[in-house]
T-cell receptor, first 113, second 116 residues
Framework: DAGVTQSPTHLIKTRGQHVTLRCSPI?????VSWYQQVLGQGPQFIFQYYEKEERGRGNFPDRFSARQFPNYSSELNVNALLLGDSALYLCASSPRGLYSPLHFGNGTRLTVT | DAKTTQPNSMESNEEEPVHLPCNHSTISGTDYIHWYRQLPSQGPEYVIHGLTSNVNNRMASLAIAEDRKSSTLILHRATLRDAAVYYCILRSPQQRSGGSNYKLTFGKGTLLTVNP
């Protein structure tokens, strides 16, 4: 079975630009979460979507937004990029269930110059 | 979110058992203990989880203290492929309607080095 796929794998942007990151969950998984991982730190929760609705939001500015499509794939959008947005962005999917494990993709490495 | 405390790093030799400790003194009665690991250049990978009883799966064992204030992830025979950052995470039940509604709160984890 295909795992969680994310695109692109690497991306370089300039301060002030906009970026869109994409995620395809494991087939049958309806929940998608996004995490930001800065070098040397653990991942930090950004958003969770379930059945196309936002179900959770972390402590990130409004420049960060996301959406989930009818096929359960998801996009993370970041506007007005700052140098501090440079990080690994991870997407995770999970089946229904309060304690179901999350399945992570290998992330998109975003560098802001 | 309840907090966990893990050593920054640990070292082991190949084919020897590894015991990775985690303290979670403020755990609540409904919090599950989850372990994930992150290999270099990869996303985190689920390892195991439990509530009160010790748990075993093909990857590892989880030993939970009777008072639930600490737990230990046990790798029975470490291999070079087990070198990773291991995260101990507490998961709290949130909204139950409509399916899963949760987030994982990662700390810095324990960097496990396995020597050949």
């Amino acid at each position: 079975d295909a795992g969680v796929t994310q695109s692109p794998t690497h991306l370089i942007k300039t301060r002030g630009q906009h970026v869109t990151l994409r995620c395809s969950p494991i087939s049958g998984h309806k929940s998608v979460s996004w995490y930001q991982q800065v070098l040397g730190q653990g991942p930090q929760f950004i958003f969770q979507y379930y059945e196309k609705e936002e179900r959770g939001r972390g402590n990130f500015p409004d420049r960060f937004s996301a959406r989930q499509f009818p096929n359960y794939s998801s996009e993370l959008n970041v506007n007005a990029l700052l140098l501090g947005d440079s990080a690994l962005y991870l997407c995770a999917s999970s089946p229904r269930g309060l304690y179901s494990p999350l399945h992570f993709g290998n992330g998109t490495r975003l560098t802001v110059t | 979110d309840a907090k966990t405390t893990q050593p920054n790093s640990m070292e082991s030799n190949e084919e020897e058992p590894v015991h990775l400790p985690c303290n979670h003194s403020t755990i609540s009665g409904t919090d599950y203990i989850h372990w994930y690991r992150q290999l270099p250049s990869q996303g985190p990978e689920y390892v195991i989880h439990g509530l009160t009883s010790n748990v075993n799966n093909r990857m590892a064992s989880l030993a939970i203290a009777e008072d639930r204030k600490s737990s230990t992830l046990i790798l029975h025979r470490a291999t070079l492929r087990d070198a990773a950052v291991y995260y101990c995470i507490l998961r709290s039940p949130q909204q139950r309607s409509g399916g899963s509604n949760y987030k994982l709160t990662f700390g810095k984890g324990t960097l496990l080095t396995v020597n050949p």
